[in-house]
């Protein structure tokens, strides 16, 4: 690897700063940071290569880059996790006045967790589910302010107040599954901050969770970092929350920084290709006002940057022909908790009452948090989850009164995509095979046809055929979730459920997937139901929207309405916590809220109000009550 | 918690049920036991004298109802090996020693095992790692009547250090242990090792990490907790096995257990005992099921049985 870095683009220190927080000197200093990880061959390969920034007190870089470009790497590489017979690291990471490189692993362990702290993307998995919140709190103190158990029980409880967990007593004693995703993260934040380290590392802390909750927690970040004073190095994917939070930004590409400088600066004017190719690819909410139909994302050459406009988009919906899937008053609901005799206690009102026609051509988009349902709306469409009541007809047929036989040819006209490209392809079949199986399972082709038709399909996804003879572990998300789609049309199907298909992807594979999306509806005029939390690839991509909350649809409508003049006030409160691409949003007050998504669980027997609809426009309607 | 007890204590009636059904019908098809009593030269008369006496002429159903009443009252038959006594008595004698030798054989797998599968995960892939998986496997793979022997060899025999047969001396109860003990260790090793580096990879692992932790702390207080439910499992698996009776182990050491009752019970026919081991068996399978279904709950507060 070349040190093209510095040649490309100014050091630092050369740069003109708008925010200067200068005047102090720097937390946390880091100059010519390699690292270089063991390969399965026993070779080294240069992961980050010559990294150079600094964090002043207050201060918060984001790190920004698409996965293996060598965040998280950076991040381990400063906090020493990375194992000392696997990695290889060099330059300076300076500490007040310390270069942590140099110490040895009493002395580095005596830093994690008191100078520096950090926190991580998924606090489902990243607190120890057997020990109580108070215990791994604690410990921390216990550990490096040598407190006592009731010292550091004190010390605690205060922590937890300050990161305004509600009724921060009871939630000592509690365990972290007790716990929604959100509080889960103040926890993680809590734990990080009780020894008042002088530099946060956060890697990507609010990736994992839902978009309003997301904005709670940027704003406890913000208002911790106004008290405490301490620096911040924030990993993230998201140029949104790049905009929201970070006061300079470096981004990363392959290992190397690529772009560095003031936030505004970057967003107003990137300099590199790469950064711009970035910041084009970003779906960002807003930019559709006025636009009627989806529009394909700028193909951006990462090279020169150039963005290579989309074609004019078609009008693939026709209004006139009968709507491919029809779905009146769908209820499900699952039963949860057993008494000794008789039924179950509660049930999980997944699916409430749910009316939607999806036409020929047509993007419906679902859209909510989690636990909104919009999952189980997916699957019980296709009656993968067996609805309680309602009526679903797809193409003409009522499918709530198809046998086994009549489900399995029913199949054929509607797939699925997931979200997870690596755990829904067989990693131990071939992509031919894999694509190949619907076909030869109907009966829809000889072995001899199939293999051509699967040939056809792969080219047809943007892959070669030869990919037929691969195994999905040879190929990279993007292209796995191109087979998936590719294993969806095998059947050559009138719609398609895609279930969050493009979140798990970085943002310029999201785009070239979503493009591919749009071409095959438009050459095969296929309908979606796009099922995201995704405001942003929403706004892009699909006809009409369905707003969900709580099982039941409270808002649906042209996209134009439901984003342009959005009606119910989830809506609303779910369209404001988008990250927008606006740094001068970062001097607003951050408002903090401790509203939770609520659960959709009811006792057994419950039966939900009526609700009623207005109309606020042509074919838009808004639930009342 | 106490309705899951219940519940669970409730659904043992069913299987109960179809275990004694079938050691009903296993011991019909299973040749006729009259003949087997008199031998082969019992003239017809004497059989369907003494056939008429147990019963056996009557039709199926008939014989069936008669032998659910008389378990109901918890007669199990007679042992015609043990002058008639009841079965089951005869089969609740030997449960102390099976218990004896079960518990220590757990002890000293788990005594070996939890250091070793420590020691083994915490160096992985270093020489420790090496010894440990070397021994585990050994363990297993020793057939325990070979370790038995050498066991006898070596302690009872050259060295004279303790007891090598039945139950009556002290310490006559480690040799067996051992024997028994060894190769579960080895299981035991090897499931706890893979299960601890499996946590290990765990991302609360790696926050403990960046709190600063001890390596040993990080170990003893969050890596084994999260990895003790798989080892529990298998504990108590064999734990009820142990208790059906470690037919091999016991018939070395001579040790009168329930396994060395079982295979003496078959040889001689003696239908009535193995009759009453089967169905203790399944009891204590089940038995020994419900309680580390409890305590899964108890290490585990995701757990909730309710």
Known sequence: ?625 | MTNYIIRRILQMIPVLFGVTLLVFLLLRVSGDPVQLMLGEDATAEQVAQLRAAMGLDRPLHVQYISYMSDLLRGDFGTSIRYNNQPALQVVLERLPATAQLAGMALLVAIVISLPAAIIAAYWRGRIPDYIASFLSVLGQAMPSFWFGIMLILVFGITLSWLPVSGQDQPGAVILPGLALGASLAGVLTRLLRSSLLEVMNQDFIRTARAKGLHPRTIIFRHVLRNSILSYLTVIGLETAALMAGAVVTEQVFAWPGIGLLVIQAINFRDMAVVQAVIILSAIIVMMTSLIVDILYSLIDPRIQHG
């Open chain 1, 1 to 625: 690897m070349t040190m093209a870095s510095g040649q490309e683009f100014p050091k630092d220190n050369e740069m003109p700063e708008t925010h200067s927080p200068a005047s102090t000197r720097p937390v946390l200093s880091v100059s010519n940071l390699t690292t270089a990880l063991r390969q399965r061959d026993g070779g080294f390969q240069t992961i980050i290569d010559d990294i150079t920034f600094d964090i002043a007190p207050k201060e918060t870089l984001a790190i920004v880059g698409e996965s293996g470009s060598g965040k998280s790497v950076t991040a381990l590489s400063i906090m020493r996790l990375l194992g000392g017979k696997s990695s290889r690291i060099s330059g300076r990471v300076e500490l007040a006045g310390r270069n942590l490189l140099d110490l040895t692993e009493p002395q580095m362990r005596a830093i994690r967790g008191n100078d520096i702290a950090m926190i991580f993307q998924e606090p489902m998995t990243s607190l120890n589910p057997l020990m109580t919140v108070g215990a791994q709190i604690t410990e921390v103190l216990i550990r490096h302010r040598g407190m006592t158990q009731t010292e550091a029980r004190r010390e605690s409880l205060h922590m937890l107040e300050r990161v305004r967990i509600p009724e921060a007593r009871a939630r000592l004693d509690e365990y972290p599954h007790r716990l929604s995703g959100g509080m889960r993260q103040r926890v993680m934040i809590a734990m990080a901050l009780v020894c008042k380290p002088r530099l946060l590392i956060a890697d990507e802390p609010t990736t994992a969770l839902d978009v309003t909750i997301q904005a709670q927690t940027l704003a406890l970040m913000k208002i911790l970092q106004e008290e405490e004073g301490m620096g911040i190095l924030f990993i993230t994917h998201d140029m949104g929350v790049v905009s929201e939070v970070a006061d300079r930004t470096l981004v990363m590409l392959r290992g190397k920084a690529v772009e560095r400088g003031s936030t505004a600066e970057l967003f107003a004017s990137p300099r590199h290709s790469y950064a711009r190719a970035l910041l084009a690819a970003v779906p960002t909410l807003g930019t559709m006002e006025g636009v009627a139909l989806p529009q394909r994302f700028p193909a951006i050459d990462q090279v020169t940057g150039k963005a290579a406009l989309p074609p004019p988009p078609v009008d693939t919906v026709s209004a006139d022909e009968p709507p491919v899937l029809r779905v009146r008053n769908l209820t499900t609901r699952y039963a949860v908790g057993r008494r000794l005799i008789g039924g179950p206690k509660f049930a999980i009102h997944a699916v409430e009452n749910v009316s939607f026609d999806l036409r020929k051509g047509e993007t419906l988009a679902l859209v909510g948090e989690s636990g909104c349902g919009k999952s189980t709306l997916g699957r019980s469409v296709l009656r993968l989850v067996e609805p309680k009541s309602g009526e679903i007809q797809l193409q003409g047929t009522d499918i709530r009164k198809l046998d086994t036989t009549g489900l399995r040819r029913m199949r054929r006209s509607a797939q699925l995509i997931f979200q997870d490209p690596y755990a829904s392809l067989d990693p131990r079949y071939r992509v031919g095979t894999t694509i190949a199986e619907p076909i030869l399972a109907h009966g829809l082709a000889s072995r001899a046809e199939a293999q051509e038709r699967v040939a056809r399909l792969l080219e047809r996804v943007g892959l070669s055929a030869d990919a037929a003879n691969r195994y999905p572990h040879e190929f990279s998300g993007g292209q796995r979730q191109r087979i998936s789609i590719a294993r969806a049309l095998s059947l050559e199907p009138a719609m398609i459920v895609a279930d969050e298909a493009v979140s798990a992807l970085d943002v310029s594979i999201k785009a070239q997937v979503l493009n591919l999306m749009l071409d095959l509806q438009e050459s095969l005029r296929l309908a979606y139901l796009f099922i995201s939390h995704d405001m942003a690839v929403v706004e892009r991509i699909s006809h009409r929207v369905a707003v969900m909350y709580l099982g039941e649809v409270v808002e649906i409508g042209p996209r134009n309405a439901v984003f342009g003049n959005p009606q119910h006030p989830y809506t609303r409160k779910l369209l404001a916590a988008v990250p927008k691409l606006e740094p001068s949003r970062r001097d607003r007050k951050p408002m903090l809220s401790n509203d939770e998504i609520p659960s959709p669980i009811r006792a057994a027997g419950y039966e939900p109000p009526k609700r009623s609809y207005r109309m606020a426009g042509t074919d838009h309607f808004v639930c009342e009550n």
